[in-house]
């Protein structure tokens, strides 16, 4: 390696003695220099600056004149040696580096033992994977949801609860196909919820496919940011299911609103909140945080905050009513877990409880849930109901999207959830409109 670093002796620097040092030049660059003593001093006049040693004619009082050559050069290659280890330790000041640690005696193998990794010019990367997955939550956090973060929460937990049932240490080299089958296993068969009152094992095919969605994207954010070396992520495939959920028809959602509270005032608030989820379509992340600035003229405009899309939705007398009459233009605060829990005391309340059967996959195998529909309800059944509805109203698509916030027809379509009853009325309603229905009709 060819290394601006040269021996000098220099004829305008004369000591008392009549002696001028030997040093060794390392120019960082044409203005950062330094200068490193030898400890070798000799008369100006015995240096040759064209072959940069010293001359014969050096008297012997100094020494032997080959024997200071070859020392000079071992102190050059040593110098050498410093710099190309700062390089390599991409220490962020080579040229300090090397003044504060050069002396004639320095044995280079010191500088390996000795090194203090808060000299390196970029900090020192934590290859746990559950360090690298908190730093990318932290940065996430800056620009979604408490809803997203908690979602990237549950995929670190999952990962770390597979890490203790396999009892070996999950390193990014885990992540192959191999590691990929025996995850998706373990979440299916093996891992307990949290937060339940009686021990579930394993998650829907729904959930498995958001936490392996989480961990690809983590991944491929580490990739991106050449942290970790790339990894073939393309058999870590995402399993989906059609998601069991149910939906409220304008006339049940017209009882819950109506339904007499009076022994219950402290669900008064939630049931109104819930009304106006149903009459609005957005997301709860996005109705439990209006404010009175986003109400103009009967119609509210929200940003989203998942999407970063604004909407535009006018609001329906009941709608209205609740914003201006019963919150006062200020929405009440509630958590959505607590939100979700008291809805469906207040769909019971509401007399909503006709058996509904869900199944979902569990290998090959479906596991058939029954219960109430009250008990069904969450706070996205607002969307779901919002879009059901005026779908089934003949709403054009693409103008409920405008207010749903959906971007794809996909996306928006498994928010509608009709019955086979449903769709054939639907059906037989277009038909009429066409005259398709009259036994005069050509085929």
């Given at each position: 390696m060819l290394l601006p670093i040269r021996p000098i002796c220099n004829p305008k620097k004369i000591r008392r003695d009549g002696t001028s040092l030997i040093q060794i030049q390392y120019c960082y660059s044409?203005?950062?220099?330094?200068?490193?003593?030898?400890?070798?001093?000799?008369?100006?006049?015995?240096?040759?600056?064209?072959?940069?040693?010293?001359?014969?004619?050096?008297?012997?009082?100094?020494?032997?004149?080959?024997?200071?050559?070859?020392?000079?050069?071992?102190?050059?290659?040593?110098?050498?040696?410093?710099?190309?280890?700062?390089?390599?330790?991409?220490?962020k000041d080579p040229l300090k580096f090397v003044k504060t640690k050069y002396k004639p005696t320095l044995k280079i193998s010191a500088l390996d033992e000795n090194f203090d990794e808060k000299e390196r010019d970029v900090p020192v990367v934590n290859f746990d994977v559950f360090y690298q997955i908190n730093d990318y939550i932290n940065f996430k956090a800056k620009s979604v949801t408490p809803n997203m973060v908690n979602v990237y929460n549950n995929m670190r937990d999952t990962l770390k609860a597979f890490e203790v049932f396999r009892q070996r240490k999950i390193t990014f080299e885990s992540f192959d196909f191999a590691f990929y089958e025996e995850f998706v296993d373990y979440m299916m068969y093996d891992h307990v919820q949290r937060r339940r009152r009686m021990i579930i094992k394993g998650f829907k095919i729904s959930t498995i496919g958001k936490t392996i969605k989480h961990?690809?994207?983590?991944?491929?954010?580490?990739?991106?940011r050449k942290i970790i070396a790339p990894i073939n992520l393309e058999d870590f495939k995402i399993m989906d299911e059609e998601a069991d959920a149910v939906y409220l028809t304008e006339e049940e959602i017209f009882r819950i609103y109506k339904t007499n509270l009076a022994a219950h005032p402290q669900l008064e608030e939630c049931r109104d909140l819930f009304?106006?989820?149903?009459?609005?379509?957005?997301?709860?992340?996005?109705?439990?945080?209006?404010?009175?600035?986003?109400?103009?003229?009967?119609?509210?405009?929200?940003?989203?905050?998942?999407?970063?899309?604004?909407?535009?939705?006018?609001?329906?007398?009941?709608?209205?009513?609740?914003?201006?009459?019963?919150f006062k233009k200020v929405i009440p605060k509630f958590e959505n877990a607590a939100f979700n829990k008291l809805i469906k005391e207040i769909v019971r309340f509401a007399g909503i409880i006709q058996t509904i059967k869900f199944s979902h996959k569990k290998g090959n195998k479906d596991v058939i849930q029954v219960r109430p529909k009250c008990d069904w309800v969450t706070s996205h059944t607002c969307r779901r109901s919002f879009?059901?509805?005026?779908?089934?109203?003949g709403t054009p698509v693409d103008l409920i999207m405008k207010i749903s916030g959906h971007r794809s027809l996909r996306d928006f379509y498994k928010y509608i959830r009709i019955t086979p009853e449903e769709a054939g009325q639907k059906i037989k309603e277009i038909w009429t409109q066409r005259g398709m229905l009259t036994h005069n009709t050509r085929i």
């Open positions: 044409a203005e950062k220099k330094t200068l490193l003593n030898t400890g070798i001093a000799i008369p100006p006049g015995c240096w040759n600056r064209k072959k940069l040693r010293v001359n014969a004619n050096l008297p012997q009082a100094f020494g032997i004149v080959q024997e200071i050559n070859i020392e000079i050069q071992r102190q050059q290659r040593l110098v050498e040696d410093i710099v190309t280890f700062a390089i390599q330790k991409e220490v961990l690809r994207v983590f991944l491929a954010n580490r990739i991106r009304v106006f989820g149903c009459l609005t379509g957005l997301r709860f992340s996005d109705f439990t945080t209006l404010e009175k600035e986003d109400f103009r003229n009967g119609m509210l405009y929200k940003k989203q905050r998942k999407s970063d899309h604004w909407v535009v939705i006018p609001l329906r007398d009941i709608a209205d009513e609740i914003f201006q009459n019963r879009c059901t509805n005026e779908f089934l109203a």
